[in-house]
């Protein structure tokens, strides 16, 4: 299987963004890539890569734009605001499922592709060691087209600093 190296809905987003995100433009973008190559890995229709070139590059958005770990509702509401702004016309209900379910720790076998999303950002966010039959081979083409860049380094480091900061509620993303 080919790596997918561009895709216009993203760039469109992380331009977007790129003042947003500053010095972690280049690693969240890696991130929503590698994301859509383990996605695709795992099959997309033509319908569902339209629904994932929104969903993906708002999946963790709210994390810079309101500065916060509980950002999954608020990613969604950026990724419904740049959906009606920009009059899209993607299942607005199957992106709010992708972006709210993403961190959900059980599987999610009533959703097909939510559970191919949440098992492609586990794959990231493991580099690799969790893989989903994904081959090792593909985990590497990818991750040499779109190196980590430090993205996990820094989401892990924001995670557990708000773990530390919010003892009740240390990890606000996960869904059981």
């Known amino acids: ?15 977007k963004f790129k003042d947003l995100l500053g010095n972690n433009a280049m690693g969240y973008r890696g991130h929503c890539y590698r994301v859509l190559n383990y996605m695709h890995y795992l099959k ?3 319908q569902d890569m339209e629904i994932v070139a929104v969903a993906i590059p708002f999946h963790d958005i709210g994390v810079w734009s309101h500065n916060t ?25 199957q992106i709010e499922t992708l972006i709210l379910d993403h ?11 939510a559970e191919k999303m ?8 493991s580099f ?3 893989h989903f039959n ?9 991750h040499k087209s779109f190196p980590y860049q430090g993205f996990q380094k820094n989401i892990y480091g924001k995670v557990i600093r708000y773990a530390f900061q919010n003892p009740k509620k240390p990890f606000p993303m996960l869904k059981f």
Do not use: C, W
């Open 128 to 130: 690799g060691l969790i």
């Open 134 to 142: 994904i081959p090792s081979t593909f985990i590497r083409s990818v």
């Open 69 to 93: 770990m509980d950002y999954l509702e608020v990613s969604f509401l950026e990724a419904r605001k740049y959906i009606r702004m920009n009059k899209l016309t993607v299942d607005e209900e």
């Open 118 to 125: 949440r098992k492609a950002d586990l794959v990231d966010l």
């Open 44 to 46: 997309l229709s033509e």
């Open 1 to 15: 299987m080919e790596v997918i190296h561009q895709n216009e809905s993203f760039e469109i987003i992380f331009d």
């Open 103 to 113: 961190h959900t720790i059980r599987s999610l076998k009533d959703r097909d592709l």
